[in-house]
């Protein structure tokens, strides 16, 4: 079992940044692709980006005015966490975050991540 607990999120103006932090505990975190989701009132919970559990591979949503290139994600195995950095935020990134860890390789579906955090809110003003 792997538990993920997300921080970081908040009110920010348009433009600004934040950055979520997810700590995982439970099992060894090293050995866990981890992703962000985010999911917005009314709409289907979506791939942010993810990194994986071995290597330096991540991987971004590439979705027209998706987040590439204004959202970094980075894991840091000694502290058991992975971190989503957001720059240039814009009103439409305004979502519940969460994070996510799956011991299989691949995939960008909500369905291919076994574990789940609670959500962190992250609200941008225009």
């Known amino acids: 079992q792997v538990q993920l607990i997300e921080s970081g999120g908040g009110l920010v103006q348009a433009g600004g940044s934040l950055r979520l932090s997810c700590a995982a505990s439970?099992?060894?975190?090293?050995?866990?692709?981890m992703g962000w989701f985010r999911q917005a009132p009314g709409k289907e919970r979506e791939f942010v980006a993810a990194?994986?559990?071995?290597?330096?591979?991540?991987?971004?949503?590439d979705y027209v005015d998706s987040v590439k290139g204004r959202f970094t994600i980075s894991r840091d195995n000694a502290k058991n966490t992975v971190y989503l950095q957001m720059n240039n935020l814009k009103p439409e990134d305004t979502a519940v975050y969460y994070c996510?860890?799956?011991?299989?390789?691949?995939?960008?579906?909500?369905?291919?991540?076994?574990?789940w955090g609670q959500g962190t809110q992250v609200t941008v003003s225009s």
């Open positions: 996510a860890a799956d011991s299989r390789s691949g995939g960008q579906s909500p369905y291919d991540y076994n574990y």
């Open positions: 439970g099992r060894t975190f090293s050995n866990y692709r």
């Open positions: 990194h994986s559990w071995s290597g330096g591979n991540t991987y971004y949503a």
